[in-house]
């Protein structure tokens, strides 16, 4: 996303005027899509206090599955779309994705990994002897690269691109150059989930 292409004018602009413009307004996140993530920490805590394997693999496995759903989705399918987009079609569509993805990844990430980690504990893989031990290691150092993308990167660029989209007049550049962040980090968690999985089985077959 270059950043002439995001200054492209607006919808509506005036010949050789500022960019027509309507921002978004409201709260960042629909009050609808809270339910989301009270649910999911609702079933996790639950499992936790019942100390229930099936229900912490239920949520490990099918969380974990759908994150890495969306970030290969959003790193492999959605951002070279949307790079390719015109800037009045990529706004309107970061306007609709972003706050649901606001509220979506972070909890797919949070019950995925406090689920894998409930798992490894009663399984013993926390205690297992060296060489064995190497795979968790591997396994932790992917988990490291996940959680950062998901919450040092993801979730800043996401909340950043929406904090400027509620602006009269937002920097289309950076939203842009946000937006393509957001794609290649999404691309990096999706694999890593994917090798973390590798890892997991052969842990199993122990």
């Known amino acids: 996303m270059t950043d002439t292409a995001m200054a492209a004018p607006m919808p509506g602009a005036a010949p050789g005027g500022p ?5 978004m307004t409201g709260p960042l996140v629909p009050t609808k899509l809270l339910a989301i ?59 609709r994705y972003g706050p649901r993805m606001l509220v979506v ?24 002897p060296y060489p064995r031990h190497w795979w968790l290691v591997g396994s932790f150092a992917l988990v490291g690269v996940m959680a950062t993308s998901a919450f040092a990167i993801l979730l800043p660029s996401n909340l950043q691109v929406l904090m400027e989209l509620k602006k009269p007049q ?22 890593s989930q994917l090798v973390t999985l590798i890892i997991m089985t052969r842990l199993a077959s122990f």
């Open 19 to 23: 960019p027509a413009y309507e921002a």
């Open 37 to 95: 993530p009270a649910i999911a920490l609702a079933m996790l805590i639950t499992g936790i206090l019942l100390n229930a394997e099936w229900a912490l693999g239920f949520l490990h496995v099918g969380f974990g599955a759908v994150w890495t759903g969306f970030d290969l989705f959003a790193g492999f399918m959605v951002g070279p779309v949307l790079k390719k987009l015109d800037p009045p079609m990529r706004v309107a569509f970061m306007k």
């Open 105 to 128: 990844m972070p909890t797919l990430a949070t019950i995925t990994l406090a689920a894998g980690f409930q798992l490894a504990r009663k399984a013993e893989f926390l205690t297992m």
């Open 170 to 191: 937002p920097n289309f550049a950076l939203v842009g150059k946000l937006s393509a962040r957001y794609a290649t980090f999404a691309a990096v968690a999706g694999v």
